[in-house]
């Protein structure tokens, strides 16, 4: 039942909003100009066909086929297309993006079941409606950009992770890729994650089984067979549960012992079961060693476009994503409870989260000072809210950028702290490592870049507060009806070049 209120509630906006989007901005726009003509091609039968300009792979192009094959019976009968090259408008491929917003939506649903299935039906239909809402990915749904399409399938495959079902997650991994290269990031973190969970399930079960034994110990045995048999599984036992419990992460320490612990603890189980773990997520091995390939091949991780993508240490997006993520879910994180957990936390190890704090602001303060990128596209194009955020306020004179690293950092704090709610540490610093991977390299400011650590951020996040929850989704909500009244009804003309501009993300 949740599934179909979460479709039904999207296709209350989907459907009149973009017959509204189709009707005023009937051709193809920004990005559009060169994903939809490609696409064209595609349904020509012209795959030999690629435009240099588009930086990602055409796994949305591909995914479109089907879909308007799907469709053409259909357009056929009502007379609107006779052949599959003319259904292939930029209408019919933008709603593309309404079917994989919907799937997504529905992915986050059983996502959030598997993660935390006492959240209960309707707490959990509610997060996925208004995730289903987060600006970047609810205004993307309504263009043919790559952005829902990746989310999508990256989600899927993590989906098939948790389920344990490795072969289906690493081929839709594959997919992500495909869609987007940079997704390889997500592939390799997804199998950290089904690697994580494999030991700390083994542990659960080993000591499971000791605790079984030992209450069997305090029975009589019935005979001497079974008292040999026992005491066999108990020396099996306590040989698996002693390399374990070592790694107990109960203990409170403030020079980092708990994540040593588990540290030690995922290496030593995984060596036990080296032989099932490598057999169980070697298709992601075969996708990474594929996708290494491409690399060699082409040169860079980039297909078209080089000059203007070339990857670099851009570390100030880290700082960046941590701000734009802790406003879009600022009710969540400084409610007056989740305010006091993070004062108590600080308070408890009052000197090494000091010296913590000191040493990530001189960090930040020097990765803005050295390595702040201002990319060409950034400042040239004000059809984008980058660009005014940087220009008026980042660069609103040469101070501010450096009075914003304390809520930069605030934020990472605010983040983390949340996840270690629900999360291990080592968890945390996969995820850590795997939105730097993909952020960092990345000159160009672009906050759709953020949707996917944002979405898996989210999906682990504590979610006690349900109040907390309908207040971000009111906020989403004022501002997609912002952005899209500004792309819709605020266009505007350039001297230098002709056509309509509109302001987007």
């Not at 996925?128 to 990256?154: G, N």
């Not at 406003?327 to 993070?342: C, D, G, K």
């Not at 913590?356 to 984008?384: C, Q, T, W």
């Not at 304390?406 to 945390?428: D, E, S, V």
């Amino acid at each position: 039942m949740g599934r179909l209120a979460v479709a039904l509630f999207l296709s209350l906006w989907i459907i009149p909003i973009s017959i509204l989007v189709n009707r005023i901005v009937p051709d193809p726009y920004m990005d559009e100009i060169f994903h939809i003509p490609q696409a064209q091609q595609y349904c020509k039968g012209n795959f030999r066909t690629w435009d240099p300009m588009i930086t990602t792979p055409p796994g949305l192009y591909y995914l479109s086929l089907p879909y308007i094959a799907s469709m053409l019976p259909g357009m056929r009968l009502v007379r609107r297309a006779l052949a599959f090259s003319d259904a292939c408008s930029t209408a019919v491929l933008r709603s593309t993006n309404y079917v994989l917003a919907v799937t997504c939506s529905i992915i986050v649903y059983e996502i959030l079941n598997q993660l935390k299935p006492a959240l209960g039906e309707r707490k959990t239909t509610v997060c996925a409606i208004v995730l289903a809402l987060y600006p970047l990915h609810w205004f993307f749904s309504f263009l043919y950009y790559t952005d829902v399409a990746s989310l999508t399938a990256v989600l899927a495959m993590y989906l098939m992770c948790l389920k344990k079902s490795n072969r289906f997650s690493a081929l839709l991994g594959a997919v992500a890729v495909l869609i987007r290269q940079t997704n390889i990031v997500w592939v390799v973190f997804t199998a950290c994650v089904g690697i994580i969970n494999v030991t700390t399930a083994n542990r659960r079960k080993v000591i499971q089984d000791h605790n079984n034994i030992s209450e069997k110990e305090s029975q009589p045995l019935k005979n001497k067979h079974d008292d040999k048999a026992l005491n066999l599984r108990r020396r099996k036992s306590d040989k698996t549960l002693d390399d374990t419990k070592q790694c107990d992460s109960t203990k409170v320490s403030i020079h980092g012992l708990d994540f040593i612990d588990e540290v030690q603890f995922i290496l030593l189980t995984s060596w036990h079961l080296k032989w099932e773990i490598l057999v169980s997520f070697s298709p992601f091995l075969l996708v990474l060693l594929a996708f290494l390939a491409f690399i060699r091949w082409n040169g860079s991780i980039v297909l078209g476009a080089k000059e203007a993508h070339t990857a670099s240490l851009h570390f100030p997006q880290m700082l960046y994503f941590s701000l734009v993520s802790a406003f879009q879910v600022a009710p969540l994180l400084l409610s007056p409870n989740r305010v006091a957990e993070l004062v108590y936390s600080i308070r408890n190890n009052l000197l090494f989260n000091a010296i913590k704090m000191l040493l990530v602001l001189i960090f930040s303060l020097m990765a803005v000072h050295f390595f702040s990128i201002a990319h060409p596209y950034l400042l040239a194009d004000n059809r984008h809210y980058t660009f005014y955020l940087w220009r008026k306020v980042i660069s609103a004179n040469w101070l501010m950028k450096y009075l914003l690293v304390p809520l930069y950092t605030f934020a990472w704090f605010c983040i983390l702290n949340n996840l270690r709610k629900t999360q291990t540490q080592l968890w945390i610093l996969a995820y850590f490592l795997a939105t730097a991977t993909v952020l960092i390299p990345a000159p160009l400011i672009e906050f759709r870049y953020y949707t996917i650590p944002f979405y898996i951020f989210m999906l682990h996040t504590h979610q006690s507060d349900y109040r907390s929850w309908i207040l971000i989704g009111i906020g989403y909500a004022v501002i997609n009806v912002f952005t899209m009244f500004m792309f819709l009804y605020r266009p505007f003309s350039w001297d230098h070049e002709p056509g309509t501009q509109r302001f987007i993300w």
